[in-house]
Every structure is written in C-alpha cells, then in structure tokens.
DNA sequence: TCTTGTTGTTATTCATCGTTACAAGGATAT
DNA sequence: ATATCCTTGTAACGATGAATAACAACAAGA
C-alpha cells in the first residue's frame, strides 16, 4: 500500500449513478475515474490501471459480466459488480465469473463505501509472496499442507479458519490488526458491532499454538484495537 | 525540538480564520505561518518545516486529504485537520490517511491550542528507537512482548497502560514527567484537572515493580511537578 | 442417516482502567 | 507546635472490553 489514493473507476452507463459515485468516493479520499461503456473502460484501464473496479451489469455494448470474464483474464484487480434486480442468479453468476462483491440497485452510497473499503482492505492484506515454510517461535507453518510442525517435527492440521488467521498475522507480524480487518481478510465479510467471531477465532488459534491463559505470549490482545503476533517471522527451508 | 518557539503552519483558505489563528497562537507562544492554499504550503514548507500543521479539508484546488497525503509521504510533522461538517466520515478517513487529530468547525481557539499542545508534546516524547530488550534496575523489559523480566529469568505480561507508561519512563529516565505530559503520550489526551489517572496508574505500575511504599526507589514522585524514575537504563541483549 | 468436525452465537466470567473517596503526608501561616 | 490547606497514595467500585465454555447450525463423509 503506497500513501496515495487508491484508484477506483466506476463503470455505469447512468451518468447520475456516475456522478454521486464520483461525488461521494473522491470526498471520502479515493481517486475515481468513470466510464459509460466497456470502450471507455479498457481506454481507461490501459492509460492507468485501476486498484478496484465498481460494475455496472447493464450497459449498452458488452454487458458487465462480459466485461468482468474480459478482466479476468489478465488481472486480480477487485472488482464489485451492481446489478438493478436483486435477482439471486445475477449474483451467483457474478461471483462465479470472478467478481468479489456484490451490490444490488438500488444501493445507498455509504453502502457501496463499505464495500470497497472492505474490498482494498481485502486485496491490501492478502498474502502476496508465498514460501512453503514460515518459522515463528518454535514453529514451522506448512502453508501447502496447511500443518502446523512443533519443534519435535510432530505436525497437526489446522482447520480453515485457524491457518487463514495464523497466515494472516505471519505476514503481518508485531503490527496491530483490528477486528474489521482480521474479519474482511479472513471471512470477506464485515464483522457487526457485538460480534465476537473473531475473538473466538484468536481463542482457538491460540489453543492451537498453545498459546492460552492469562499471558499469551504470542497472540497479543491490545485492548480497544485488536490483536498482534508478537513474534519474529522468517521463510524456513524447502 | 529545541527551546525556541515550535512553528505552526495553518492552512484554510478563510481568511478570518487564518488571522484569528495566527494572532491567538502566536499570543500563547508559537511561531506561527499561515496559507491559503495547497501551493503556498508547500512553498514555505520549502523555505523551513514546521513542528505542526493545521490543515482545513475544504480547501481550493488540493483538499486537505490528498495534502495530507502528500505530506505524509516523506514527513511524520503532527497533523490537525478541520472539517466543517460534523461528518463521521470525514473523521475516520482523516485519521486513516495519517492525520494525527481532527477538530470540528466551529471551534474555539482554546480548543485548537489545547490540541496542539497535547500534539507538540506527543511529538516531542514518542518514542523513537525501539530496542527489543530494555535493562534497568533489576529488570529486564521485553517490547515486542510487553513483559517484564525479573532478575531470574521469570516473566510476566504487562497490561497496555502499564507497559505503555513505563515505556514512557525508559525512554526518558531521571527527568521529571508532568502528569499531563504522561496523560498525552500514554494515553493520547489531555488529563482534566482533577483527574487523578495518572496517579493511579503509576501506583499500579509502581506495584507491578515492587515499588510502593512510603519510599519508592524506582518511581519518584515530585511534588507539585510529576514523576521521574530514577535508574540507568540500557539496551539488553538480543 | 449418523457421525464428525468446523464455525457462528450466546452467556458467563474475568481483566483492565477510569473514577471516586478517604487517609496520610507535606507545606504554610500563625 | 497547631491548624489548615493542598497534594499524593491507594483501595474500592463500576463500566467496558475480552476470554472462553457451551451450545447450535451446518457441511462433508461414511
């Protein structure tokens, strides 16, 4: 993540749609770019990729999900899809061709905002290098096998949810993450006020690394703002 | 910082709120530039830096977010921005772009010098190297884990106030720290009058340390100033 | 279907930290 | 010295946040 804007470009062929978009993102600090078709957008893209692309289903020419399988193919980029029925299909449709979030019409702006917050958070904090091994404390993670090794070499499987959790602070060690954030990396989705899922999750990780009780050592709690691996990480051998 | 005046830039496109800021301010002490908008900042933050900048959102061309920004790319210089709406929002994504304190207009002058105080005082004591291991006394801290480490060996987890006010101590060890010095650093704000936080939590710490009585050795109270801890501190082996 | 493991939810217990109250120790005036 | 005032130490209380056990919902496999 660099200090810049993150850059987001709107797809819509409705020019009100665009223009509070465009009103609402950049006051909240993003920088937005708009289209009203798919050629607009591949000109677009191609003078400056974008961070996360918001897309409308309907458009004239090429339709969203079109256009989502087009970027698909050569990129990552985020990409949240708005559709003008709540239909469940468009939905399902939309995420299987690899869109990351959905947003059905009518949405209010503040909604959309979560999301893409959401959406970079997701994309900033996900694993981009990734070793075999990682060595922290007296442990080794096997991220292939998704196996935690002691030190006697003895090794147990982690469940989906303890290893995205243990991967998530690995690549973040001794930096404080807060509940949103473990929640939208981990589940892809916002956690509510009064949830507890995430402390429950730290609560199992840390009986995984044996870690419980009044001092954990390695899981650190910071009370107010979230949790952090108090550790040093390194890449263990092939 | 040294013992001349701190400089502070404001930057509001206001004219009478530029004026109002810079006949208070400079009444209570500090050397005070004032700009209208993003160019001129930039231009006499060329000519010298400064200790603070105060920095209004709504601004002419550059907004105070992407000036923010900008300046957070290559400075860490305290940051206190104005916003006229009351707006949520505009809040969390100050704070998120690495404004250090936020103030709605309107607000009293009284209220801005108090933020800044708090700031320049924050500056002035955070900590800059972080050692892993911290040796005074008998005791050894850990601050990658925040314990404490007795001269055998045995450790034990400190809480966040705890750790963070002894931290405080270690960084600047024999010089007495005034209560609302401590209440800044340690907790981000200023302590009301009457408020006796920080005489609660260094008792709870002098007792962590084994230091309370008629006579502590450690932590010194001086009356009518503050706290001081009188130790030789250095750094311990990795 | 039954079993097993995983994950979300809720409730209880515990820890942390701000506040208040009161006692004890200076300081100062007389 | 005594009285009085001010400052500080700390116990006790309460509000809030966090840990975790227990339960429920669900999915995957036998």
């Not at 020419?61 to 469940?88: K, N, Y």
């Not at 503040?110 to 970079?120: T, Y």
Request: contains cysteine; hydrophobic residues 40%; proline residues 4%.
């Amino acid at each position: 993540m660099t200090d810049n804007k993150a850059s987001i470009l709107v797809v819509d062929d409705d020019a009100a749609i665009r223009e509070l978009l465009e009103e609402h993102l950049s006051r909240v600090g993003y920088d937005i770019r708009t289209a009203e078709d798919g050629d607009r957008m591949r000109a677009l893209l191609n003078e400056r990729p974008a961070d996360l692309i918001v897309l409308d289903v309907m458009l004239p020419g090429d339709d969203g999900f079109t256009l989502c399988r087009q970027i698909r193919e050569h990129s990552q980029v985020p990409i949240i899809m708005l559709t003008a029925s709540s239909d469940e299909t468009d939905r399902v449709v939309g995420l299987e061709i690899g869109a990351d979030d959905y947003l059905a019409k009518p949405f209010s702006a503040r909604e959309l905002q979560a999301r893409v917050k959401a959406l970079l958070r997701r994309a900033r904090f996900a694993r981009a290098e990734n070793p075999r091994f990682i060595l922290f404390d007296r442990w080794r993670l096997d991220t292939l096998a998704h196996e935690l090794i002691d030190e006697h070499g003895h090794s147990t499987a982690l469940s989906g949810a303890d290893f995205a959790l243990l991967q998530l602070f690995l690549s973040h060690p001794n930096q404080v993450l807060d509940r949103d954030t473990i929640s939208d990396v981990t589940r892809g989705r916002e956690s509510m006020p009064l949830d507890r899922v995430v402390d429950v999750a730290v609560s199992r990780l840390r009986q995984r690394l044996g870690d419980q009780g009044r001092n954990p050592r390695l899981i650190k709690t910071v009370r107010g703002a979230g949790y952090l691996l108090a550790a040093t990480v390194s890449h263990g051998p092939e």
